[in-house]
């Protein structure tokens, strides 16, 4: 096999292998969305599974001696002429040129994002942790303790208490 058919194949076969399909299916929470990911992950392996048998397999050379046996040498001869003298054309890629750059721009800001991300989720489950553990010794602590870790607070309660402000 030669041309666009073979390189769609290779691209497919390729594109299959660099899928992360377990790693995706973990981050899906519902079960909708399960099922809809399962049926991309078939459709998908179904289309690359036609990719790769159907274009992969060069065709069959032409017999042109059988057919020259029943339908005569020159008309044989006029066909072959015909069918070597048929030009596919090569594919020119146009389109990946135009989108790479915003492709690539995508994925560093994607990065990024994921950077961003992964640090707010740290942020999170510190404070998350903090409230679970104020949460614990909230019925044992003393206002002293409780202001050691919010100062801010010490401070605008000073403050209230300072300038006669008692909230009414």
Known sequence: MSGVGKKVADVAFKASKSIDW?????????????????????AFEEVNSTLQTKFSQEPEPIDWEYY??????????????????VEIPKFVDKTTPEYKPKFD??????????????????RLEKEIADVQDLKKKLSTMTADEYFEKHPELKKKFDDEIRNDYWGY
Do not use: N, P
């Not at 721009?105 to 740290?122: H, T, V």
């Open 22 to 42: 377990d790693g995706m299916a973990k981050m899906i929470v519902t079960d909708e969305a399960r099922k809809e990911f399962s049926s991309l992950r078939r």
């Open 105 to 122: 721009a995508l994925l560093i800001e994607l990065k990024e994002a994921e950077q961003k991300s992964l640090k707010e989720s740290e």
């Open 68 to 85: 020259r046996k029943g339908l005569g040498s020159r008309i044989v001869d006029s066909y072959k002429e015909y069918y070597e003298s």
